[in-house]
């Protein structure tokens, strides 16, 4: 089993759609979770961090789930721009260095 | 904003070639990484630094190798390029504490390889 699974996709939605992601991980002891954007021929940068309790950023909601381990991604009023693949990444160490990130899912925002 | 550098964007290069690519950032950062990245494998770590000539394995080191002198600038070299090398090489750079901002990691726009 990988350390962490994401569904590929592509995920085609309408311009306005909620569409959500999931990313199942390994390791229980994994210690902070993270979802980055990575958009074509681009690096990834930081779409946002996942706490325990949950976490909102505009139309974006993140959560997490130890007991199932899983982090999801919720994206509502899907935009144009929105379109990228979502990379999946989790923290396995106190420090940077055991980063084990996933394929990501790839996401097309159609109008 | 941090900004990591990387200053080579497209090269090519030839088989047994000797290849550097350079990565510097501005925000005085610890930690700096140098990945690749490939189509259904995703990012790999080749090697990461946490201080000045100090580095540390990844999970695919074989065939390449690190320098850091200074602490904004980490190298990465192909000592005899190979067609297998062919990739997108990514530098990143983060502050070494957990929690916070501490794990944001940033990355630089990408090297293209090409090794013919």
């Known amino acids: 089993r990988k350390e962490v699974e994401q569904d590929p996709g592509p995920f085609n939605v309408p311009e306005g759609a909620t569409v959500a992601f999931n990313c199942t991980y390994s390791?229980?002891?994994?210690?902070?979770f993270f979802w980055y954007r990575q958009d074509c021929r681009k690096e990834p940068k930081l779409l946002m961090s996942?706490?325990?309790?949950?976490n909102e950023d505009g139309r974006f909601t993140a959560q997490l789930n130890r007991a199932s381990q899983y982090i999801s991604l919720l994206i509502r009023d899907s935009k144009l721009s929105d379109s990228a693949t979502y990379l999946c990444?989790?923290?396995?160490?106190?420090?940077?260095?055991?980063?084990?990130w996933g394929l990501g899912t790839s996401l097309a925002v159609n109008p | 904003d941090v900004k990591v550098t990387q200053s080579s964007r497209y090269l090519v290069k030839r088989t047994g070639e000797k290849v550097f690519l350079e990565c510097v950032q501005d925000?005085?950062?610890?930690?700096m990484f140098w990945y690749r990245q490939d189509p259904g494998l995703g990012l790999r770590l080749i090697y990461f630094?946490?201080?000045?000539?100090?580095?540390e394995k990844g999970d695919i080191p074989e065939g390449y190798s690190v320098s850091r002198e200074k602490k904004e600038r980490f190298s990465l070299i192909l000592e005899s390029a190979s067609t297998n090398q062919t990739s997108m090489y990514l530098c990143?750079?983060?502050?070494?504490?957990?929690?916070?901002?501490?794990?944001?990691?940033?990355f630089g726009e990408g090297s293209w390889l090409t090794v013919v």
């Open positions: 630094s946490y201080d000045v000539k100090m580095k």
């Open positions: 996942v706490y325990s309790s949950g």
């Open positions: 925000m005085d950062h610890e930690n």
């Open positions: 390791n229980s002891a994994s210690q902070s």
């Open positions: 990444v989790v923290n396995n160490a106190g420090n940077n260095r055991k980063l084990i």
């Open positions: 990143a750079s983060s502050l070494p504490r957990t929690g916070g901002s501490g794990n944001t990691i940033y």
